[in-house]
């Protein structure tokens, strides 16, 4: 059992920065691959990033890649997403998640433990 929680989320404007934190708890965090997912309102979650469980390997969606950073430290148990040069439509509830084993998969449904969300809103 894994147990996620998010923070660092909070109101910006265009072009700030944030990073965001996903501390896990239970076993074998470093066997989990994690993933950020976003949902804005009004629109289906979608998949923002993601690192494998070894390697490790990174993955990105189109509308982040190269302004969003994903990395983890096994030591902490934490799982980050700097995110760069914060767009309008950017706001949404991030979401972490954790993969057991995972590749870093882009899909919810590979995903076994999800944290409740952090809102991020960036203002113009």
């Known amino acids: 059992q894994v147990q996620l929680v998010e923070s660092g989320g909070g109101l910006v404007q265009a072009g700030d920065s944030l990073r965001l934190s996903c501390a896990a708890s239970?076993?074998?965090?470093?066997?989990?691959?994690m993933g950020w997912f976003r949902q804005a309102p009004g629109k289906e979650r979608e998949f923002v990033a993601a690192i494998s469980w070894t390697s490790p390997n990174t993955y990105y969606s189109d509308s982040v890649k190269g302004r969003f950073t994903i990395s983890r430290d096994n030591a902490k148990n934490t799982v980050y997403l700097r995110m760069n040069s914060l767009k309008l439509e950017d706001t949404a509830v991030y979401y972490c998640?954790?993969?057991?084993?995972?590749?870093?998969?882009?899909?919810?449904?590979?995903?076994?433990?999800w944290g409740q969300g952090t809102q991020v809103t960036v203002s113009s």
């Open positions: 239970g076993y074998g965090f470093s066997n989990y691959a």
């Open positions: 998640a954790a993969d057991a084993y995972g590749v870093g998969s882009r899909r919810m449904s590979s995903y076994d433990y």
